[in-house]
Structures are given as structure tokens and as C-alpha cells.
């Protein structure tokens, strides 16, 4: 499976992006999938997951400001950030159950 990813850029706190990750390759393969960040310095932390009945799952520090979404039919996850503050500054990640990764996109948010 390979992941991409778009959708980072710069945007002030308090502003919103939306991330996108599109798979390609053998795509029915692919059950849960989730969206990953590391901040210079900082361990990669999971921000939020979505399984194939479509449960969802977030962390504690982006609950109720970022939601993830997925179209089957496209093979497209999507993380609808708002409310950005500096402190989700990160480069972003998808990926598979499977162990497949995106390349990332950075979001940065500027006070």
C-alpha cells in the first residue's frame, strides 16, 4: 500500500486545514487507519484512528477540535484540523494497520 499525503502549510491559531491521505496499491488490504505527528524534539504521537465500521479514536489533546473522516470509494482519509494552536505544530502522518506510511505533511501554526 502506499500513503500520500497533503493538505499541510502554515495557518495562524485559531485557524483550520484539512489533511488528506490517498492509498493506492492493494487498497482492500487496508482496515483501520490513522493519523500520526512529530514535533522537532518530540516522540511520534497518534492523534486520531478511524477503524472499518468507521469507530474513531482521539487523542486527549486534539478531542473535539480535529475530526477523521474516510471515503471508501475514493481510498481517501481526511483529518479536518480547527482550532489550531501552535503547539499542534508537527510534521502529519497516515498510516495503515498494515505498517504502510505517508511521507507526511508539515502544518505549522504561527501565534
Known amino acids: 500500500v502506499h500513503l500520500a499525503e497533503s493538505g499541510g502549510g502554515l495557518v495562524q491559531a485559531g485557524g483550520s486545514l484539512r489533511l488528506s491521505c490517498i492509498a493506492s496499491?492493494?487498497?482492500?488490504?487496508?482496515?483501520?487507519m490513522s493519523w500520526y505527528r512529530q514535533a522537532p524534539g518530540k516522540e511520534s504521537e497518534l492523534v486520531a484512528a478511524?477503524?472499518?465500521?468507521?469507530?474513531?479514536y482521539y487523542a486527549d489533546s486534539v478531542k473535539g477540535r480535529f475530526t477523521i473522516s474516510r471515503d471508501t470509494g475514493t481510498h481517501t482519509l481526511y483529518l479536518q484540523m480547527n482550532s489550531l494552536k501552535p503547539e499542534d505544530t508537527a510534521m502529519y502522518y497516515c498510516?495503515?494497520?498494515?505498517?504502510?506510511w505517508g511521507q507526511g505533511t508539515q502544518v505549522t501554526v504561527s501565534s
Open positions: 496499491g492493494n487498497v482492500h488490504s487496508i482496515t483501520a
Open positions: 478511524i477503524n472499518s465500521d468507521g469507530g474513531t
Open positions: 498510516a495503515d494497520l498494515g505498517g504502510s
